[in-house]
């Protein structure tokens, strides 16, 4: 890649600009030019994400513009993913299981880290809101997911995530997924109460703890 | 204007509007829609004038709103269709919105008339934590010491942390439990005030229907409490919400909706949620059928509302529609700083002074340290948000831009830092449900701050 800078900087500009079609032409031509997938993953699309997300992070960009960025990048992996399958890779760092605990129907936040998580090359899997217990702990292992991740802006919906732990736990499954928590009504404390894996304050924070607990 | 002919033609339209895909609402209709017309209507922030002075650019938010509403209507995501209005549909919804009303009993009764922008009359105080977590073995101690306040026209609830010592859980037996033990400890801390007819805004524990709908009966909340419907970001209700709107309806309660758009979401920056939000007012005046409306647009990781651009978009949101509509709108003051930090107190003074001054009829809260931690509310605060609002008003909307700089000069960029305050009992005596002395010294100093600024509270 870095003898085609042209071609990494119109991928780039792509990404930064949300054009999925533009995107999917440029990976295509990448790859026509004799470059592997992993080179343009890891030269060009992965600094450009991280760009996109440091500066969704201080608010120069908005989420309609993440998440136009997000969706340019299935495209361009749609791409060069069949490449990877034949050779055995896998360009995703891991499998995010996502939804807002039962009771609380928000999503904005949610929507914030799922597109945070998708842009830092995680797989997710949003569940929606209101999701019970019972269906995160589906989802997970019907995906096999790394990481289950669980918002909460209502209070009244703690006790729901209180008992996800309790089922993963009696199903020893503790661990097996690990769980991360966030949203308005819970914190740091609670989390440790809990027994949560990880805690992330934002939608910054989200991503950082995902690429722990999936040990990339 | 409400009844139930009107309640069934918003019941028709969820049930028969088109099918939509929500994230297809998400993006064409809010993040593209709300990007569209912003450019159309030619809505600009500056990033330096905190409170908007320009006529014309309200009216063009509002026109911006109405166009973005008749585009895309608002989404129930409970069975993932759209309700749609004709712009005509929409203005003459409006209106017929009411622009006085009544709330409270015997001489605690208020009367509740819609501010505009500049307006002489000072706006209304309804105090309290705002929906914040209140510890259960301090509510009515907490909410007695709101009702006490002789600036606090009209209490906002807390919600309990926990009910008879249990954590509560949504849509569930516990949910009607909080709703109605918010209720008994919210009466008995106004009889204990000698306030008992004041007007409560309820039910704050209700984060489904059900809680509502309990204790909105006989012996709970009463029909001269004010009764909150809100709308999820972005222009999307539910089931659920609109179960309560129309149980309200049926026992003719007085309803307040309220919206929160998102800074930095889907609709984007100052200009983008400035719209979205005076949209967003829109729709709850056509889905809900509420007396009066409260607006927020919120930080996405201070969860405040004090910030520059914040100021600016709910300032012009409420410009937009007290010049355009006879709609009564609150503006919710959100700071993020906590109890007996002089931060608080500049932000709850900038709020006040651009919310007043853009013709909000009644400044609400303040929602103390953005709700973060449990308890962590004081009424002094709430004491201070009337007396600015008492200061400001009648100023001109380029006075309080010039003074809601100085102020905001004082917190600017120090809010991401540890601006956590503390709890209800260390910032109050919980014998004599008196601040104490080192909160009172801080909150005279900063009095003078304001006086020296020109801003003369009594």
């Known amino acids: ?216 | 204007m409400r009844n139930t002919s009107r309640l069934l033609d918003i019941l028709d339209r969820m049930e028969t509007g088109p099918l939509t895909d929500e994230k297809d609402f998400d993006m064409k209709h809010i993040a593209m829609g709300v990007k569209r017309v912003v450019k159309e209507f030619g809505i600009k922030f500056d990033g330096a004038n905190p409170v908007n002075t320009d006529d014309d650019m309200a009216d063009r938010c509002f026109r911006a709103a109405v166009k973005l509403v008749a585009e895309g209507g608002a989404y129930c995501k409970s069975n993932g269709r759209c309700l749609r209005w004709t712009e005509r549909e929409i203005l003459e919804a409006l209106d017929a919105a009411p622009n006085v009303l009544v709330v409270g009993a015997d001489h605690e009764a208020r009367t509740v008339v819609q501010r505009r922008p500049e307006d002489a009359r000072a706006p209304q105080v309804i105090g309290g934590p705002l929906g914040g977590l209140v510890r259960e073995d301090q509510y009515l101690a907490t909410m007695q010491s709101y009702i006490q306040e002789p600036l606090v026209d009209m209490l906002i609830t807390g919600t309990l942390d926990t009910v008879y010592g249990r954590d509560p859980r949504a849509r569930s037996p516990w949910e009607i439990l909080v709703g109605w033990h918010e209720a008994e400890l919210a009466l008995t801390a106004a009889r204990r005030a000698g306030r008992e007819g004041i007007a409560m805004f309820c039910v704050s524990g209700a984060s489904s229907d059900i809680a509502e709908l309990s204790a909105t009966s006989y012996g709970g909340f009463r029909p001269t409490d004010i009764h909150m419907v809100a709308m999820i970001s972005e222009h999307k209700t539910s089931y659920d919400l609109l179960n309560k709107a129309t149980h309200l309806v049926k026992t003719g309660s007085i309803i307040h909706a309220y919206c929160n758009t998102i800074y930095g979401g889907l609709a984007g920056g100052a200009e983008g949620i400035a719209v979205a939000e005076t949209a967003g007012m829109i729709i709850l005046q056509l889905i809900y059928m509420p007396a009066t409306h409260a607006g927020a647009t919120y930080h996405p990781t201070l969860t405040c509302n004090t910030t520059l651009e914040n100021l600016w978009a709910l300032g012009l949101c409420l410009q937009a529609l007290t010049r355009n509509t006879p709609m009564i709108v609150d503006g919710v003051n959100s700071p993020a700083a906590g109890p007996m930090t002089k931060l608080l107190l500049y932000e709850v003074a900038a709020a006040a002074v651009a919310y007043t001054a853009s013709g909000a009829a009644r400044l609400m809260g303040p929602r103390t340290e953005a709700s973060k931690h449990i308890s962590h509310v004081s009424p002094l605060e709430a004491r201070f948000m009337g007396e600015v609002g008492r200061a400001a008003a009648g100023m001109s909307r380029e006075q309080a831009n010039e003074l809601v700089k100085q102020i905001e000069a004082r917190y600017h960029g120090q809010l991401g830092g540890d601006v956590k305050g503390v709890p209800f009992d260390e910032a109050y005596d919980l014998h004599t449900l008196r601040p104490r002395a080192a909160w009172v010294a801080m909150y005279d100093d900063v009095r003078d701050e304001m006086g020296a600024l020109g801003l003369a509270l009594r």
């Open chain 1, 1 to 216: 890649m870095t003898e085609r800078p042209e071609i990494k900087a119109a991928l780039a500009q792509a990404i930064l600009d949300g054009d999925a079609g533009e995107g999917a032409a440029l990976a295509q031509r990448a790859l026509d030019a004799g470059l592997a997938p992993a080179q343009i993953f890891d030269e060009c699309v992965v600094p450009t994400l991280k760009d996109v997300g440091d500066r969704f992070s201080r608010l120069e960009l908005f989420l309609p513009e993440m998440m136009m960025s997000a969706e340019a990048v299935k495209e361009i992996l749609a791409v060069l993913e069949p490449v990877m399958k034949a050779q055995a890779k896998s360009l995703s760092l891991g499998t995010v299981v996502i939804g807002s605990a039962a009771g609380d129907i928000h999503d904005i936040g949610r929507n914030m880290v799922t597109t945070m998580l998708e842009i830092n090359g995680f797989q997710v899997i949003d569940l929606g809101g209101d999701v019970n217990p019972q269906v995160f702990l589906k989802a997970a292992r019907e995906r096999q997911a790394d990481v289950i991740a669980v918002s909460s802006l209502l209070t009244t919906s703690l006790p729901y995530v209180k008992d996800l732990f309790a089922m993963l736990r009696e199903t020893g499954e503790y661990g097996k997924f690990k769980v991360m928590i966030g949203g308005g009504s819970v914190n740091s404390e609670f989390a440790e109460k809990v027994g949560a894996h990880g805690y992330g304050k934002d939608a910054a924070e989200a991503v950082t703890v995902a690429r722990r607990l999936a040990g990339r």
